[in-house]
Nanobody
Framework: QVQLVESGGGLVLPGGSLSLSCAAS??????MAWYRQAPGKQRELVAS?????????ADSVKGRFTISISRDNPKITMYLQMNSLKPEDTAVYYC???????????WGQGTQVTVSS
């Protein structure tokens, strides 16, 4: 059974930092990613990382956010280090994982990030 469990959200001042974690288990994932959804907006891709370590970032977070993974088989933990946070980064952040062999996509429950003074 696939499980994605996020943690690390919260309230932070503008310019501050926050780190999110996603503990994943139950499958071999070819790509993992962080998405976010702000109130009244569509869910958008923030950053992704392949099993080979190739990363991509949304233009809005380049240079401020860093995605990474660590493996402790059979569990994988994905991180999102967020620096120089802005109020527009406020959203619910979701962990996402894709399995190439089954072509299935999985989602975490989401964690709230609020950037406000």
């Amino acid at each position: 059974q696939v499980q994605l469990v996020e943690s690390g959200g919260g309230l932070v001042l503008p310019g501050g930092s926050l780190s999110l974690s996603c503990a994943a288990s139950g499958s071999i994932f070819s790509t993992m990613a962080w998405y976010r959804q702000a109130p009244g907006k569509q869910r958008e891709l923030v950053a992704s990382i392949t099993s080979g370590g190739i990363t991509t970032y949304a233009d809005s977070v380049k240079g401020r956010f860093t995605i990474s993974i660590s493996r402790d088989n059979p569990k994988i933990t994905m991180y999102l280090q967020m620096n120089s946070l802005k109020p527009e980064d406020t959203a619910v952040y979701y962990c996402n994982a894709y399995t190439l062999s089954t072509r299935l996509t999985y989602w975490g429950q989401g964690t709230q990030v609020t950037v406000s003074s």
